[in-house]
């Protein structure tokens, strides 16, 4: 996985190379795909895409000029990432750029060729988007969310500050696969700290 400093620069760079590696030569510029999961008339989704925008500016790529930018927004339906994905790939980009784990999944089910850049990554291994993360050997790179095994040591330190709690609540979604994760790390941390505090999810 990367760093954040390192993000814009593998998004030039993959712009650039799988045009001639992938048959593109016919298309004037490099097509960088991005997928949002929010609506472009979300105040925190256009932030994040404006500032996408501007780094790329500042590293010399300029929508319409030396790359072309295509946007794909999911307006918060996670039903919709099939539609979507499917969209995108036949577009034949030279990357995606991803808002999060769950649509990074999507495309790394539709496609093992296109490079995909995730804004958010979560458990990358467990996913099947990485083989490790200092050598994911995959078409998927990205930031992670979490540091491994965050939650389970959340959970225990919480079982220390509160030593007298009975049962524990926890607060998923069942619709976000990543959220699996999560509880399985922090329903071992409780389990290892020998005290009988069921969970509640």
């Known amino acids: 996985m990367i760093r954040r400093r390192e993000f814009i620069t593998l998004i030039g760079g993959a712009a650039a190379w799988p045009v001639a590696a992938r048959g593109q030569a016919a298309r004037k510029r490099p097509l960088v795909g991005w997928l949002g999961g929010g609506s472009q008339t979300n105040q925190i989704a256009t ?17 319409g000029k030396n790359v072309d930018i295509i946007y794909r927004w999911a307006d918060g339906d996670i039903s919709r990432a099939p539609e979507l994905v499917t969209d995108l790939v036949a577009l034949d980009p030279a990357v995606i750029v991803s808002a999060g784990n769950a649509w990074t999944i999507a495309l790394r089910q539709a496609t093992s060729i296109v490079p995909i850049v995730s804004a958010l990554l979560f458990d990358p291994i467990a996913f099947g988007l990485a083989e490790s993360h200092n050598r994911p050997k995959r078409n998927v790179t990205g930031l992670l969310q979490t540091i491994d095994s965050l939650p389970g040591k959340q959970a225990e330190l ?6 007298q709690a009975s049962n524990i609540g926890v607060l998923v979604n069942p619709a976000n696969r990543s959220h699996s994760g999560i509880l399985r790390d922090i329903e071992a941390a409780v389990r290892g700290s020998g005290l009988p505090r069921p969970l509640l999810n």
């Open 158 to 163: 919480l079982v220390e500050l509160v030593p």
């Open 47 to 63: 932030r994040n895409r404006d500032a996408f925008v501007q780094e790329l500016r500042e590293h010399g790529y300029e929508d």
